[in-house]
């Protein structure tokens, strides 16, 4: 049975991991049920994951799933899906969002570092314990040092220890810390924001992201010079276009561009 509680609200998907009891922990259908709720979501502008109850976001990989993989084979398999999940998030054409309050281990943590935004309450904590259990920290750990530096991220990785989110060193991490009681508005608020783009800018961006993630930054430049063109083909930039100058007072025919 899976643990995903999943609604769209308006043009956001909401999905929860609900299984408060164990923390959240993940287990294989849920981790291969994301891709296909992210591809076969439409007319959305914003995905949140969040974790149900006040004690975890998530505890991360259920420890029951590392258990039952007996050889490489099946743990390629099942590394291999929670590659693809995590890929599937970083790669989403709208903006994703990891509302965590609680806390945020092992794939979790790899699963808020895929994820645009983090909004994060005072009580949470990260950590990535997987050295404890004799595996390596890997996929989008590797992200990790960009948000807390490589020293930071080493050390998390290989104390396997639990990090306050008010500590220091993990201020990069947190693009908002709040008091818990104060996390449904900053997440209102922050949705209100990047909710009104247009669907084309929203896959454009996040296509670019991706592109500056893993080339060059000459190549980068290339690349977003068609992206920046392209969008002039769909109406939807147009109209954005339009609707823009005219808060400022100017006519679509004299904005010389």
Request: charge should be negative.
């Given at each position: ?37 992210i ?19 998530s ?7 590392f ?20 890929a ?14 609680g ?6 943590l ?31 750990a ?15 990785i290989?104390?396997?220890d ?30 209100a924001?990047v ?33 920046f ?13 339009t ?15």
């Amino acid at each position: 049975m899976g643990i995903l509680d999943v609604q769209q609200r308006d043009n956001v998907l909401h999905v929860v991991f609900d299984r408060p009891e164990k923390l959240n922990a993940m287990r294989r259908e849920d981790i291969d049920a994301v891709p296909a709720l992210i591809a076969g979501a439409s007319d959305i502008r914003a995905i949140v994951f969040r974790g149900a109850g006040e004690r975890a976001f998530s505890a991360g990989v259920d420890v029951r799933e590392f258990l039952s993989l007996t050889t490489p084979d099946s743990a390629r398999d099942f590394i291999s899906a929670l590659r693809d999940m995590l890929a599937s998030v970083r790669r989403a054409p709208v903006t994703t969002i990891c509302a965590i309050d609680g806390y945020c281990i092992g794939g979790a943590l790899e699963l808020a570092v895929a994820c645009d935004v983090r909004l994060v309450t005072t009580r949470s904590s990260f950590g990535l314990p997987e050295i404890k259990l004799g595996i390596p920290s890997v996929i989008d750990a590797g992200l990790l040092q960009q948000y807390v530096g490589l020293g930071h991220a080493k050390e998390m990785i290989l104390t396997g220890d639990l990090y306050p989110a008010t500590a220091p060193q993990l201020a990069g991490l947190c693009n908002r810390l709040v008091e818990p009681s104060g996390l449904e508005e900053v997440l209102e608020t922050f949705l209100a924001k990047v909710t009104c783009h247009t669907t084309t800018v929203l896959a454009s961006q996040k296509r670019l992201f991706e592109t500056w993630q893993n080339t060059t930054t000459d190549v980068g430049i290339d690349v977003s010079v068609g992206e920046f063109a392209g969008t002039f083909a769909a109406a939807d930039t147009m109209e954005a276009l339009t609707r823009y100058g005219a808060e400022l007072g100017i006519e679509r025919e004299s904005a010389g561009q």
